[in-house]
């Protein structure tokens, strides 16, 4: 959410660039465009409080320049962003709005490999909402999906190649057969087993009854044939856009978000790593990107002696 003080900042800066910089009505509005795309992106993201501009962080900068990387703005357009954000910043310093400057440090070539796209929670709940609201055979599937790809944090090749006899109700967890052929177990949520019952009781068998050839795959399809990546794809882009997300929902945003969850809530990297299936560390580390800034922050805002 814009706030009054939010919107007079921006107006200020507008304002400084017609009249003491005098500047082209055209870079004028390329500014305003860069300023209203990332006040956009923070009114998304902050669950509906409204926008402070001292308490935006670098995190929330890279999540930001992760975001236009996902949508496909090259380097060029990025850096002309990264630019007027810095001296909107720069403006609101020089002017004593704001105590930090969120964009310092910020150096592009860091984002060669930009940061995985993840979901908010509140983007999260939107998708979640949307499943749960349908009762019928393919919503009660789709609330499984959904499930099992946030709670397990499985491939999407994973999740079609899960069989009935893979998923254990009693213990909660499902076994999956990774890249090479490289088997691992992990747990799922009581979440997760309320879908799966659900899911089993009142959806799978009816979805069964089409089926032309028999088979033990856990996910099917309207026509009761083993759902393919595609479908999922597929599936979860009408999701998306049915909870109002801007953009396209895939299936390794729910891997993402389930690692990031994970270590932002102190879990160490080796277990991320084994529940994910990395044969190397160096894999899972790209997620430390993320919650190294959200440590740092909390180390700010809880740590006496380290803001003095």
Same mark, same amino acid.
């Given at each position: 959410?814009?706030?009054?003080?939010?919107?007079?900042? +921006?107006?200020?800066?507008?304002?400084?660039?017609?009249?003491?910089?005098?500047?082209? *009505?055209?870079?004028? +509005?390329?500014?305003?465009?860069?300023?209203? #795309?990332? =006040?956009?992106?923070?009114?998304?993201?902050?669950?509906?409080?409204?926008?402070?501009?001292?308490?935006?962080?670098?995190?929330?900068?890279? %999540?930001?320049?992760?975001? =236009?990387?996902?949508?496909?703005?090259?380097?060029?357009?990025?850096?002309?962003?990264?630019?007027?954000?810095?001296?909107?910043?720069?403006?609101?310093? &020089?002017? #004593?709005?704001?105590?930090? &400057? @969120?964009?310092?440090?910020?150096?592009?070539?860091?984002?060669?490999?930009?940061? @995985?796209?993840?979901?908010?929670?509140?983007?999260? +709940?939107?998708?979640?909402?949307?499943?749960?609201?349908?009762?019928?055979?393919? !919503?009660?599937? &789709?609330? =499984?999906?959904?499930?099992?790809?946030? !709670?397990?944090?499985?491939? *999407?090749?994973?999740?079609?190649?899960?069989?009935?006899?893979?998923?254990?109700?009693?213990?909660?967890? *499902?076994?999956?057969?990774? +890249?090479?052929?490289?088997?691992?177990?992990? @747990?799922?949520?009581?979440?997760?087993?309320?879908?799966?019952?659900?899911?089993?009781?009142?959806?799978?068998?009816?979805?069964a009854e089409k089926q032309q050839l028999p088979n033990d795959y856990l996910f099917l399809n309207q026509r009761g044939n083993a759902l393919t990546t595609a479908g999922v794809e597929y599936i979860l882009k009408q999701i998306g856009k049915?909870? !109002? $997300?801007?953009?396209? %929902?895939?299936?390794?945003?729910?891997?993402?978000?389930?690692?990031?969850?994970? /270590?932002?809530?102190?879990?160490?990297?080796?277990? *991320?790593?084994?529940?994910? !299936?990395?044969?190397? /560390?160096?894999?899972?580390?790209?997620?430390?990107?993320?919650?190294?800034?959200? $440590?740092?922050?909390?180390?700010?805002?809880?740590?006496?002696?380290?803001?003095?």
């Amino acid at each position: 959410m814009i706030s009054k003080d939010t919107e007079t900042a +921006k107006q200020l800066f507008l304002d400084y660039l017609r009249i003491e910089r005098q500047y082209s *009505v055209e870079t004028q +509005k390329a500014y305003k465009s860069d300023l209203t #795309e990332f =006040l956009n992106f923070l009114s998304k993201t902050q669950d509906d409080q409204e926008i402070d501009l001292n308490k935006i962080t670098t995190f929330d900068v890279r %999540v930001f320049l992760s975001e =236009l990387y996902e949508k496909g703005d090259d380097a060029r357009t990025i850096a002309r962003k990264v630019s007027s954000l810095r001296s909107f910043y720069r403006f609101l310093m &020089n002017n #004593e709005m704001v105590k930090d &400057n @969120p964009f310092v440090g910020i150096t592009l070539q860091k984002f060669g490999k930009h940061l @995985p796209r993840y979901f908010y929670q509140k983007e999260l +709940k939107s998708m979640f909402d949307v499943v749960m609201a349908d009762h019928s055979i393919l !919503g009660i599937r &789709n609330w =499984l999906l959904l499930e099992m790809l946030y !709670g397990t944090g499985a491939r *999407v090749s994973e999740i079609v190649s899960m069989t009935l006899q893979t998923v254990d109700q009693h213990a909660r967890v *499902v076994t999956i057969t990774g +890249k090479g052929n490289k088997m691992r177990v992990v @747990p799922f949520g009581r979440y997760a087993l309320d879908a799966l019952e659900q899911y089993l009781a009142a959806s799978r068998p009816l979805l069964a009854e089409k089926q032309q050839l028999p088979n033990d795959y856990l996910f099917l399809n309207q026509r009761g044939n083993a759902l393919t990546t595609a479908g999922v794809e597929y599936i979860l882009k009408q999701i998306g856009k049915k909870a !109002g $997300l801007t953009q396209d %929902v895939t299936a390794h945003m729910f891997r993402h978000t389930f690692a990031t969850d994970l /270590l932002n809530n102190q879990a160490d990297l080796r277990t *991320v790593q084994q529940l994910l !299936g990395h044969s190397s /560390l160096s894999t899972t580390q790209i997620y430390t990107h993320v919650t190294t800034d959200a $440590l740092q922050q909390s180390y700010r805002n809880f740590f006496p002696r380290a803001s003095e």
